[in-house]
């Protein structure tokens, strides 16, 4: 009986130890299943994400009217692509080699490793490309989305190839327009093409992100059967190679370590049960906080934790939705930091990106709580604010922003100080879709830039006109610069010493004589000349000009005005130099003239560049003195021979402040052993005055208005026919 008893027993205990034995078998298979699953999804993930984030990157850089501009431009400004379209994005995004195409696919630009390389290295890629290049001429539309739910800005194509013997990524994008307003013929855009490898150190951080022990590349499947691998497909499903790794089997781990205890203690099935199923709970969990975390970073930005442009632009939908259902106010500020560069280049990148967490939680601080806070990349930041009260509310909020980022910033043991320019479009005055509120708010952004910095503008109708009328003008300046000597002409002033009653030189004043506007002055053109790159052509044809033009007066000085950016260029000294030995004019009678302003605000290369012209020999002059915030220190330190005295302080003379303000002007100037030209002369007291304080030299419609060259040749003929009557009329 106690057989029959116990055999039952034994019997169940039995089955209830195969059954337990069983479950666990076939847990520790399910979760090494789980596992394998998992690994594969994350594979696909990765190689989806990283060709996706290498497009995003390009992005940055390749949607940007500047970047059309300079593609298009001959010869190519290689250090521009250097810091924009090249070496730069070695930095920002790990890419390993980039090349630049012309709209027929020739490379123009390349860069491998950080530095820049010959375009014919190009040549390795080609065959890869190829495929890629025809596939975006035949379908050159932009995927709206990625895989990741990310606003793609323009088409592309990437795919997965062996480079030089090495698997790599390579992304090519077009080189299109941000602001829809530069004209390009669809398919004919420049193209850029990065290349990132599939290295080790792409594989190990794989590995250690993501748990895929042991990842690698092999051009073969692992005889292993303990790893496992995914083959690696180019777009023409051929199999590239295969990504290897030792894969993670808890189950397994599991069986080996608990089923002899199991099958010795029938007690500890139920702990061991428990136990299995808290680690399931575990892995699992894990699993989501992995899915929830790269949805989190899809969608915010890693440095400040706000959310980034796709998030933006997601919510910017949504609010404008609300707006228009509600019939409510929707206002968006784009903001940029102003002065953030110098920052960068002072304290270095840590400093940067301290600053940039630091403006980050002041504008987070400045909003309501309900209010979206962006940054869209780099030193750009945007603010969605949602039913404000009125344009009161709105200004205020903007005022506080202004002053709180004009505050100092502690950074590492120093104070740095900035600004910020902010642009207002409100909806539904200023549109009421995402991509006519954005464009508008970035026309006031760049309104408020050109007005002076650290201030905010909201959009008005007429800016919309000025961004129209500038690229009129300066698609009009193109087609002039294309024909010079026949729509561009030099009038020149004269100018008069003060010492020996003689005109000593002359300043060459650039005119245009428009098709159908007739004579257009320089002010109503050489900001658009400046801003699209044109200024170099532009000067370099009046500098030519006007020594030309020297040629026939031997003896007077010619003054030219020239832009900061043209004395930015490494090559500008050397034009200088061969314009003079062309024209056959001496150094010393040149003088370049510039603007007090542009000169504070230069960068040091403006300053090398004037002391070498003036180690050729050429003058250097400070046109428009006391408009600007310089002092004559520094002046002294950036080596002018001559500063040039506004016509606004020579027009206020006759008062007793505007008297002793030039009076001190000229005084400090003589202290310093510098040149004095007043600008503006138009009345004999004027002169008078000038002449008693110790100015040089003087010009002005008291003695001749701008006229043409053929008229200064009879203004010297007259001036000599005179004699001593020309110093009576001075």
């Known amino acids: 009986m106690v057989g029959r008893f116990t055999a039952p027993i034994v019997a169940a205990a039995l089955c209830l130890l195969a059954l337990m034995l069983g479950l666990l ?18 594979v696909s993930l990765v190689l989806a994400q990283s060709m996706e984030r290498v497009a995003h990157a390009q992005e940055s850089s390749t949607v940007w009217d500047e970047a059309v501009r300079e593609a298009r431009k001959r010869p190519l400004d290689e250090r521009w692509l250097d810091l924009n379209l090249g070496v730069w994005f070695e930095d920002y995004a790990g890419i390993d080699e980039v090349y630049l195409l012309d709209p027929k696919g020739a490379p123009i630009y390349a860069m491998r490793a950080g530095k820049r390389a010959r375009p014919e290295s190009y040549i390795a890629v080609e065959d890869a490309t190829r495929p890629l290049l025809s596939g975006l001429r ?5 995927r709206k989305r990625t895989e990741a739910d990310v606003a793609m800005l323009s088409p592309g194509q990437a ?101 002899p205890a199991l099958a010795i203690v029938l ?67 784009y903001i940029d930091l102003d002065r953030f560069k110098q920052v960068n280049d002072t304290l270095g990148h840590p400093a940067g990106d301290a600053l940039i967490r630091q403006v980050a939680r002041r504008l ?24 404000p009260e009125g344009r009161a509310s709105i200004e205020g909020i903007c005022a506080r922003i202004v002053a709180e980022l004009e505050r100092p910033f502690d950074l590492a043991g120093s104070q740095a100080f900035i600004g910020a320019s902010i642009g207002v479009a409100v909806s539904p005055v200023d549109g009421l879709d995402r991509t006519e509120l954005t464009r508008k708010a970035d026309i006031a952004l760049y309104k408020a830039k050109t007005d002076g910095r650290s201030r905010y503008v909201f959009f008005t109708q007429d800016m919309d006109h000025d961004v129209r009328s500038r690229e009129e003008t300066y698609r009009e300046l193109r087609l002039a610069l294309a024909d010079c000597d026949r729509q561009l002409e030099l009038h020149y002033q004269p100018i008069w010493s003060l010492e020996d009653r ?18 257009v002055a320089p002010g109503a053109f050489i900001r658009s000349a400046e801003e699209s790159g044109l200024i170099t052509v532009l000067g370099e044809w009046v500098l030519r000009r006007a020594v030309q033009d020297a040629r026939a007066w031997p003896g007077l000085r ?120 007043a600008e503006g002369v138009e009345t004999p007291e004027q002169l ?18 701008p006229v043409p060259a053929s008229a200064i040749a009879r203004l010297l003929t007259k001036r000599a026919g005179e004699g001593d009557r020309s110093s009576a009329a001075l």
């Open 364 to 387: 987070v601080a400045e909003v309501r709580g309900y209010d979206i806070v962006a940054r869209l990349g780099g030193d750009e930041f945007a603010i969605l604010i949602g039913e």
């Open 25 to 42: 078998e076939w847990s520790g298979h399910e979760v090494d299943r789980i596992a394998r699953n998992r690994d594969h999804a994350i």
């Open 502 to 519: 003689r005109m000593v030189g002359v300043e060459a004043l650039l005119r245009w004589q428009h098709p159908e506007q007739g004579l």
């Open 267 to 333: 007690l500890l099935i139920t702990v061991v049960l428990f136990m299995l199923a808290s680690r399931l709970a575990r892995r699992t969990h894990d699993l989501e906080e992995s899915r929830l975390h790269a949805q989190h970073r899809a969608m915010h930005d890693d440095l400040t934790g706000l959310g980034n442009r796709a998030m933006f632009e997601q919510r910017l939908d949504e609010a404008l939705a609300r707006s228009r259902r509600h019939r409510t106010l929707l206002a968006l500020l």
């Open 688 to 705: 008078e005055f000038l002449e008693r304080v110790g100015c040089h030299e003087v010009q002005g419609y008291l003695f001749s208005r």
């Open 558 to 677: 010619v003054a030219v005005n020239v832009s900061p950016i043209q004395l930015r260029s490494r090559k500008f000294v050397e034009i200088v130099r061969e314009v003079l030995g062309h024209g056959g004019v001496t150094a010393e009678r040149l003088e370049l003239e510039l603007t007090e302003t542009a000169l504070m605000a230069a960068s040091g290369e403006v300053a090398r560049s004037l002391a070498d012209l003036r180690g050729l020999g050429v003058h250097c002059a400070l046109d428009d003195f006391g408009t600007g915030y310089s002092s004559l220190s520094h002046i002294r330190d950036i080596a002018v021979d001559r500063i040039k005295i506004d016509r606004s302080f020579v027009n206020a003379v006759d008062t007793v402040p505007g008297a002793a303000l030039v009076e001190a002007i000229v005084g400090l100037a003589r202290a310093n052993g510098l040149r004095l030209t």
């Open 159 to 259: 795919d997965i190839a062996i480079v030089r013997g090495r698997p790599a990524i390579i992304s090519i994008k077009p080189i299109v327009t941000d602001s829809g307003t530069l004209r390009q013929k669809p398919g004919a855009e420049a193209l850029h093409v990065a290349v990132v490898y599939l290295d080790n150190q792409f594989f190990g951080g794989v590995a250690e992100q993501y748990g895929l022990a042991g990842a690698h590349f092999a051009l073969a499947p692992p005889a292993d059967n303990g790893q496992r691998s995914v083959a690696l497909h180019d777009r023409a499903s051929r199999v590239v190679g295969y990504l290897v790794w030792q894969p993670f089997a808890p189950g397994s781990q599991v069986i080996a370590a608990l089923a």
């Open 138 to 142: 035949r379908a050159p539309t932009i």
